[in-house]
């Protein structure tokens, strides 16, 4: 059996609970980042790592940039959380762009990549945050409604409040990848 753990940075919440539901899946430890030593990945054969998208950005990602020499003998699982809808190609495409930027394409190759939803508290959202999206529905609300896409439009109806798109089923991929490495 493949020794596994999870490793994950969360600011609002989501990406810890995929976390735990994939480490509860594959019966393995889970760590936050902070509190996970980068020496300790030798002693997993498989690393799944999991980050908040914030402005395309994955957060936590230098966790796996700076240490690649100890990850790149090592399956390496990376899964993004947002709440950018991932079924729509324009979403995924923008955060592999931008994943692009920050991995060397020998990182990028080796990766097993996916995207899950996550959702959005405005209460909880620090002053920047809900700064970018107060412009970010400024911006929306001037252009006419119908030439929106389904999910901008979804934003602008759901501003202000609490909306949780995560959903335990979208996991199922990341537990049957590292079940298969």
């Known amino acids: 059996m493949k020794r596994i753990v999870v490793i994950y940075e969360s600011r609002y919440g989501s990406t810890r609970r995929y976390a735990e539901w994939i480490a509860e899946a594959l019966s393995c430890s889970f760590y936050e980042k902070d509190i996970f030593k980068p020496e300790d990945f030798t002693n997993y054969d498989v690393v799944i790592y999991g980050g908040g998208l914030y402005a395309g950005g994955v957060s936590g990602i230098k966790l796996l940039t700076k240490n690649w020499e100890l990850l790149r003998d090592r399956e390496v699982i990376l899964f993004t959380c ?10 995924t495409a923008h955060i592999r762009k931008s994943l692009s930027k920050v991995l060397s394409p020998e990182m990028f190759e080796h990766l097993h990549l996916f995207h899950l939803r996550g959702g959005i508290d405005y209460d909880k959202l620090s002053f920047v945050h809900k700064s970018m ?23 602008l109806d759901t501003y202000g409040s609490c909306v949780d798109f995560t959903s335990k089923e979208s996991i199922q991929p990341i537990v049957q990848c590292a079940l298969s490495l």
């Open 133 to 155: 999206m107060a412009m970010l529905r400024k911006s929306l609300a001037r252009k006419d409604r119908d030439s929106l896409r389904e999910e901008d439009r979804q934003l």
């Open 82 to 91: 947002g709440l950018a809808d991932p079924e729509d190609p324009d979403n």
